[in-house]
């Protein structure tokens, strides 16, 4: 099983859409989360980090569930912009003490 | 400019040649990373160091070696390139300050696309 899970997708969602992609992580000790955004062929850049329960910016909502071991990311009022794939990284210690990616959700928004 | 850089961009190799990917960095940032990136499988990290003297092997360390020539460089070798080591790899930055915190960011370079025939 996978240390991180996520939806592959592809999501096709139309402007003005919200949308929501989960993600669940194995290791219960995982102790940080964050969404990260990766264009096509392009390096993945930080998109929003996890606290707690949950953090808001602007249109992008991400909340954390430990009982449950998921993090979920929502996007309202999708834009043509937000064309991209969706990593969820959960930060865990132990063999190498480093960031777990998931494989990524891809979102198409279409006009 | 870029704040991480990696070269070459793409590289086609032949299997058995050994081929070194660079990574330079003007963030300021002590630790350093290689990922490799697969489809469907995400990213997975190859080897971490945190400092000049500190070099650890990562998730899929087997027929790669590191170099931490300074604390802006780090390049992955590969000793005898096969074909299942083509992939998109990535070198990537963080600050020990924020690491593993709700801060904590990497920053990664813009991937080197490499094919092994």
């Known amino acids: 099983r996978k240390e991180v899970e996520q939806d592959p997708g592809p999501f096709n969602v139309p402007e003005g859409a919200t949308v929501a992609f989960n993600c669940t992580y194995s290791?219960?000790?995982?102790?940080?989360f964050f969404w990260y955004r990766q264009d096509c062929r392009k390096e993945p850049k930080l998109l929003m980090s996890v606290y707690s329960s949950g953090n808001e910016d602007g249109r992008f909502t991400a909340q954390l569930n430990r009982a449950s071991q998921y993090i979920s990311l929502l996007i309202r009022d999708s834009k043509l912009s937000d064309s991209a794939t969706y990593l969820c990284v959960a930060y865990s210690r132990g063999g190498y003490n480093k960031l777990i990616f998931g494989a990524g959700t891809r979102l198409a928004v279409h006009p | 400019d870029a704040d991480v850089t990696q070269t070459p961009r793409n590289r086609i190799t032949k299997t058995g040649k050994r081929i070194m990917l660079e990574c330079s960095q003007t963030k300021g940032h002590d630790r350093m990373y290689w990922y490799r990136q697969d489809p469907g499988l995400g990213l997975r990290l190859i080897y971490y160091?945190?400092?000049?003297?500190?070099?650890n092997k990562g998730e899929i360390s087997d027929g790669y070696s590191v170099s931490r020539q300074a604390q802006a460089k780090f390049s992955l070798s590969l000793e005898s390139a096969i074909p299942n080591q083509t992939a998109l790899y990535f070198c990537?930055?963080?600050?020990?300050?924020?690491?593993?915190?709700?801060?904590?960011?990497?920053?990664f370079g813009p991937g080197t696309r490499l094919t092994v025939l």
């Open positions: 990537a930055t963080s600050d020990s300050g924020t690491s593993g915190g709700p801060k904590d960011t990497q920053y």
């Open positions: 290791n219960s000790a995982s102790q940080s």
């Open positions: 160091s945190f400092d000049v003297k500190d070099i």
